[in-house]
Every structure is written in C-alpha cells, then in structure tokens.
C-alpha cells in the first residue's frame, strides 16, 4: 500500500509541478504581449501627436439643411457646396453628382449620392478610370424637424465612414482609387 500512496503522492506533485511551469510561461507570454501592445499603443499615440503638432488645420464644415427643409435637389446643391468650399483640390479634376435613390427605414430614410471624379487630359478627354464618392444623408423620422439632417460619406473600396467637418479630405484618395482601377485594367487582357 505505501508503494501505491508514493507513486500517487509522486505522480500529483509532477502534475502540479507541469501545471504550475505552463501558467509560469503562459503569465510570462501574456506579458510580453502586453508590453508589445502598450508599445504598439504609445507609438501610435506618438504618431498622432506628430501629425496634430505637424498639421494646425481646421477642418471645414457647411451649413446642412434640416429635416423640414430638405429636399433631393437641396442636398445635390449642399454636397456641391461642400466639396467645393472645403475640399482642397487641383483643378485638374473633375466631379458630377447623382442621385441614386432613396431608402426607407423603420425610423429614418436614406437618400444615397454618388460624386464622380475624374481628371480628363487633352490627350485623353475621357477618363479611362473614375473614382467615386457615397454619401448619405439621414432623415430620421423620429427626431424634430428642426434637426440638421446626417451627413455621412465613403470612398469607393473603402469601409471607413467621413462626417463633413471630422476628416480632412486628401487628394490622393481619389488618385489612389483611380490607379487601382488602371493597374487591374493593365492586368486584364481582352
């Protein structure tokens, strides 16, 4: 009997002895992944702050229509103005905007733009590529007619949602999307 409490006491001290070297290794890896994220994190906030301390822009903004005077024609002529008073762009690009249609929702409709852009050149008076704009504007239901309508964009192939007066625009988004296109264009044989 005292061989088998041996052999017992012997094989639960060598469990206890494995589980307690894996949670030493796991606590240590956890560790170390922490410390990468807080660099990760500290490096993007330096980054940040170069980019503030770089850049003293103020991002522009328009007056949006409210819920009671919106219109379709009203927010064709509002996303113009927008663009046009607070986007910084070479004049060598060129924009049409379409309505595209309407959404209804339970609580709110949805009018879809699209904004076309383009830059023609002498040598090639119609683009061989196009990079286009989204925008939605919100009319929630629910809310006083008083209330500014959403206003909300997104670029062609991207996820990431602009409100007017949170994001600066870039030029080189819309020429980033347009040689894409080219590039895939380039690749496909006809």
């Known amino acids: 009997m005292d061989t088998y409490v041996r052999e017992a006491r012997s094989l639960v001290d060598t469990v206890v002895k494995t589980a307690i070297s894996i949670l030493l290794v796991e606590n240590a890896n956890q560790k170390r992944k922490l410390s990468e994220l807080q660099d990760m994190a500290l ?23 409210t819920i009671a ?41 949805r009018y879809i733009y699209i904004v076309k852009w383009s830059r023609p050149t002498k040598e090639h008076p119609i683009p061989r590529a196009t990079a286009s704009i989204y925008f939605t504007i919100e009319l929630s239901t629910i809310k006083p007619e008083e209330t500014p309508v959403y206003v909300a964009y997104t670029f062609e192939g991207n996820r990431l949602i602009h409100r007017p007066g949170m994001s600066r625009f870039r030029e080189k ?16 044989k006809f």
């Open 173 to 188: 988004w819309l020429q980033e999307i347009i040689d894409s296109k080219a590039l895939l264009m380039s690749e496909v």
């Open 69 to 109: 005077e919106f219109t379709t024609e009203k927010a064709l002529q509002k996303i113009d103005e927008f663009i046009r008073q607070t986007w910084k762009y070479s004049e060598c690009w060129l924009f049409c905007i379409d309505f595209i249609r309407e959404e209804i929702h339970p609580y709110s409709k």
């Open 43 to 65: 490096n993007s906030l330096r980054h940040w702050e170069n980019v503030q301390l770089e850049e003293n822009y103020i991002v522009e903004n328009i007056q949006w229509p």
